[in-house]
C-alpha cells in the first residue's frame, strides 16, 4: 500500500485564494491588512522563511514591513520598533523571527508585542487562551497541521494522536489542538522510554523533531496519518523532513511530504491570522 499524499501546495493554493479576497475586500474598505516582520542577525534558514512570508504577503494583497537588525543589536532597539508598531493602528500583525541572538531574552521579546497582534500566537496570553479553549491567534505552524488533517476528513475524536516534540512553536501547542479535537494525545521527546512503542500505536504522528529522517516505516502503525513538521537541509542541498518518507509512505495511510506539506501550510495560516486581525481592528 502507498499512502495517500496531503499536498501543503494544493491545500494552501486553495485558502490562499480565499484569503486574497478577503483582503481585497478589507483594503476596498481603507484597511489593508499588515504584517511587520522582523528578523535578527543573518541565520540563513530564517532569511529564506522571512522572504518566504513576505512574499506569501504581496501575492495575498497583504502589505508586509520589514525590519531587519545585525546580529549584534541592542535589544533595546527592537523592543523599541515593537513599541512602535504595536501603536500604529495600520500595523495589525507583528511578527519577530526566531530564533533570536543570544543577547535578546526570548519571552521579554514575544509578550512586548500587543496581544491582539500576536499573529504567531508565541505570547504568554495567548498560549493560555489557548489551553483554556478561549479565542486565541493559535501557532501557524500546529494549526496548518489541524488544516491539513481538516482537509482529509481524519477523524480526530478517540483518535491516538502521537506527537514527537515539546517545543513552544509546534509540540506543545499541536497537542493542545489535538486534545481540545478530542484526541487521546501522548508527547513524546528525548527523554521518551520506549519511543516505537508510542509511534505505532498512532493513528495521527506527527515528527517534530528537528532530526533528518528520523522516523522511519517500522515505526508508523499501517494505515496512520503521518505529519512530517521538520525541515532539514541535507548535505547534499536537498530539503528533508524528520520522516524517512520513502519507507513511511509504505506503511502510512496518509502523509505530508517535505517539501510542499506543512511548510506552505504554516506561511497560509500566518495570512489568516494577519487577516482576521485587520477583521478585528474594524469592529
Ligand atoms: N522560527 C521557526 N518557526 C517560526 C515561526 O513559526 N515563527 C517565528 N516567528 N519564528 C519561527
Redesign the pocket.
Same mark, same amino acid.
Do not use: G, H, N, R
Given at each position: 500500500m502507498t499512502a495517500r499524499i496531503i499536498d501543503g501546495n494544493a491545500l494552501s493554493a486553495k485558502l490562499r485564494g480565499e484569503l486574497a479576497a478577503k483582503a481585497a475586500e478589507l483594503t476596498a474598505k481603507g484597511t489593508q491588512p499588515c504584517l511587520a516582520v522582523i528578523l535578527v542577525g543573518g541565520d540563513p534558514a530564517?532569511a529564506v522563511?522571512v522572504r518566504n512570508k513576505v512574499a506569501g504577503c504581496e501575492k495575498a494583497g497583504i502589505k508586509s514591513l520589514k525590519f531587519e537588525y545585525p546580529q549584534d543589536a541592542a535589544p533595546a532597539d527592537v523592543l523599541g520598533k515593537i513599541a512602535e508598531l504595536n501603536a500604529d493602528p495600520s500595523v495589525h500583525g507583528i511578527?519577530?523571527?526566531? #530564533?533570536l541572538p543570544k543577547q535578546f531574552d526570548e519571552k521579554e521579546v514575544l509578550e512586548a508585542i500587543a496581544v491582539e497582534k500576536d499573529v504567531?500566537g508565541?505570547h504568554a496570553e495567548n498560549v493560555g487562551r489557548l489551553s483554556q479553549g478561549q479565542e486565541a491567534f493559535v #501557532?501557524? &505552524?500546529p494549526n496548518g497541521v489541524m488544516e491539513m488533517l481538516k482537509s482529509i476528513e481524519m477523524p480526530l475524536r478517540g483518535a491516538e494522536a502521537v506527537v514527537i516534540g515539546r517545543s513552544n512553536?509546534v509540540g506543545k501547542p499541536m497537542a493542545m489542538l489535538l486534545t481540545a479535537a478530542g484526541a487521546t494525545v501522548t508527547v513524546c521527546h528525548s527523554g521518551t522510554r520506549d519511543l516505537n512503542f508510542h509511534t505505532r500505536r498512532a493513528d495521527i504522528l506527527v515528527a517534530a523533531i528537528g532530526k533528518p529522517k528520523f522516523v522511519t516505516g517500522d515505526m508508523v502503525k499501517p494505515g496512520a496519518t503521518v505529519i512530517d513538521v521538520g525541515i532539514n537541509r541535507l548535505p547534499d542541498g536537498k530539503l528533508c523532513g524528520d520522516v524517512d518518507f520513502e519507507s513511511a509512505k509504505e506503511v502510512a495511510g496518509a502523509i505530508t511530504p517535505v517539501p510542499g506539506g506543512v511548510g506552505p501550510m &504554516?506561511i497560509t495560516m500566518?495570512l489568516v491570522n494577519t487577516v482576521v486581525s485587520a477583521e478585528r481592528s474594524l469592529a
Open positions: 530564517s522563511y511578527l519577530v523571527q526566531l #530564533p504567531d508565541f #501557532p501557524c &505552524t512553536i &504554516t500566518l
